[in-house]
């Protein structure tokens, strides 16, 4: 039987050195084999494992540090964080800011990880974060029906509601990441938020908020799905407009 080699201790010759090497850095902290907290081996005995030359090393380990993946301590050495930084979800923010005709894709990873957090919650939603979520809602349905309404400050109240939502959940790993996605979703929002006010739609905008209170509340898990689907209504219109009128 074939025994199982050790992810710092793979040939990384031929590659792409200074990516290869971030990645199998990357897959020993995933699999296990580095821990938060670890000290990893030296520059020296990675290029050895590696079969790369120093400086690829050196620079791999830079980039893994600057995304908050490593960490540098003079004269001890490199070792694994143990503690999450905002900075290690940039790339994939960055990647999908970057995507040509992302608008859409960014619509549907919203709605699918939204789908995600409202289950998260009809389980565990407490019922102080129950009010903490109505209370939202009012301060929203205050914001969007006042007569000086402004998409930037109705869209304010709009991500304090689900802020209220995805603090119900209880899971720091789903806040972390939610507000990566709010942040590229914000310009489209935005837009949307000005067809709303425009076409005096409030009502409705407002009905589709509480029926998520709604779905939490009464715990029916098997609402959730159209629930969110029908909350994308008027960014579904946003985000893809080119098919809206080819229809």
């Not at 790339?91 to 919203?110: C, H, N, V, W």
């Not at 000086?148 to 789903?174: G, M, Q, W």
């Amino acid at each position: 039987m074939a025994q199982n080699k050790s992810l710092l201790s793979a040939s990384l010759a031929n590659k792409s050195v200074v990516d290869r090497v971030v990645d199998q850095i990357t897959a020993a902290i995933i699999s296990g084999e580095l821990k938060p907290g670890d000290k990893i081996p030296t520059e020296v005995e990675l290029c050895e494992s590696f079969e790369v030359g120093r400086n690829s090393v050196r620079e791999a380990i830079k980039v893994l540090a600057s995304f908050g993946v490593l960490y540098i301590k003079r004269s001890e050495g490199t070792f694994v964080s143990d503690q999450f930084h905002h900075r290690m979800l940039e790339p994939m923010l960055y990647g999908l800011i970057l995507q040509k005709d992302s608008a859409t894709e960014i619509m549907e990873l919203r709605q699918v990880f939204d789908t995600g957090i409202i289950q998260v919650a009809v389980e565990k939603a407490s019922p102080e974060a129950l009010e903490q979520m109505k209370s939202a809602l009012a301060d929203l349905e205050r914001e969007i029906l006042c007569k000086d309404a402004s998409p930037e400050k109705t869209l304010e109240a709009d991500i304090a509601f689900h802020n209220a939502v995805i603090r119900s959940t209880n899971n720091i790993l789903i806040s972390n990441i939610a507000g990566y996605i709010d942040r590229i979703t914000i310009p489209s929002r935005v837009r949307t938020m000005q067809k709303i006010l425009a076409s005096g739609k409030q009502s409705d905008f407002i009905d589709l908020h509480k029926r998520i209170v709604e779905v939490i509340e009464n715990r029916q898990a098997e609402r959730i799905a159209q629930t969110v689907k029908d909350h994308y209504q008027f960014w579904r219109l946003e985000a893809s407009p080119k098919k809206q009128q080819k229809k």
